[in-house]
């Protein structure tokens, strides 16, 4: 399985600003996958982010909001813009592995905004 | 889209005891089946997954059965220790993978 390095691995931030989350991978990979996972819950799929084209993200996510970016096929990142209490979750990267729709997941990223 | 239940959301058991987690899933057009475990603050690990082209699937103390008629899937873990506790996430795929709500297991000694 590939090695997923996330940063930072957690953060608090004020209200009304941005944190921006890397993610990156010891081998190349054609898909990346960020998720929210608010406290106790399960994992919702965010946006899927392949390398040389938009994100593609899922109902209830948009751009502005969320702002992807996949310069080559080891890294992404993940901007929270404009943050309220309710953006308090961890983010988690994952990228595709050997076989179809298998996935790996880094640790995360353990946000809290104040 | 696609829905999966979980039940049960926490299960208590003892050492040694054996854990069952069942999950059903909504679409039909579904054909891949993970399982994650989940310790505290850590990211989700993939323990074992079925495709829909098999029945059953065993890695020594787990296991995974597939029900492509009912829709449902479950984990298996026998012998279960302290180190099994964690939190089980199920999924489903045909494409982007929908998780269940997961399951606490609390395995005590």
């Known amino acids: 399985s590939a090695v997923i390095s996330q940063k930072p691995s957690r953060d608090i931030c004020q209200r009304g600003t941005s944190l921006t989350i890397q993610c990156q991978v010891d081998s190349q990979v054609t898909m990346m996958f960020w998720y929210?996972?608010?406290?106790?819950?399960s994992l919702?799929?965010?946006?899927?982010?392949?390398?040389?084209?938009?994100?593609?993200?899922?109902?209830?996510?948009?751009?502005?909001?969320?702002?992807?970016?996949?310069?080559?096929?080891?890294?992404?990142?993940?901007?929270?813009?404009?943050?309220?209490?309710e953006d308090s979750s961890i983010y988690l990267c994952?990228?595709?592995?050997?076989?179809?729709?298998?996935?790996?997941?880094?640790?995360?990223?353990?946000?809290s905004v104040l | 889209?696609?829905?999966?239940e979980q039940h049960p959301s926490t299960l208590s058991v003892q050492e040694g005891d054996s854990a069952v987690i069942k999950c059903t899933y909504s679409d039909s057009a579904s054909n891949y089946f993970p399982w994650y475990k989940q310790e505290l603050g850590k990211g989700p690990q993939l323990i074992i997954d079925i495709r829909s082209n098999v029945g059953e699937k065993k890695d020594q103390r787990i296991a995974v059965t597939l029900n492509k008629t009912a829709k449902h899937f479950s984990l298996h873990i026998t012998e279960t220790q302290p180190e099994d506790s964690a939190v089980y996430f199920c999924a489903a795929s045909w494409g982007t993978l929908t998780f269940g709500k997961g399951t606490m297991l609390l395995v005590s000694p």
């Not at chain 1, 929210?36 to 819950?41: E, H, K, L, V």
């Not at chain 1, 209830?60 to 993940?78: A, E, W």
């Not at chain 2, 889209?1 to 999966?4: F, L, R, W």
């Open chain 1, 36 to 41: 929210r996972q608010q406290p106790g819950q």
């Open chain 1, 44 to 85: 919702t799929l965010i946006a899927t982010a392949n390398q040389g084209s938009e994100a593609t993200y899922e109902s209830g996510f948009v751009i502005d909001k969320f702002p992807i970016s996949r310069p080559n096929l080891t890294f992404s990142t993940l901007t929270v813009s404009n943050m309220s209490p």
């Open chain 1, 94 to 111: 994952s990228v595709d592995g050997q076989g179809v729709n298998i996935q790996y997941f880094g640790a995360g990223t353990r946000l």
């Open chain 2, 1 to 4: 889209g696609e829905n999966v």
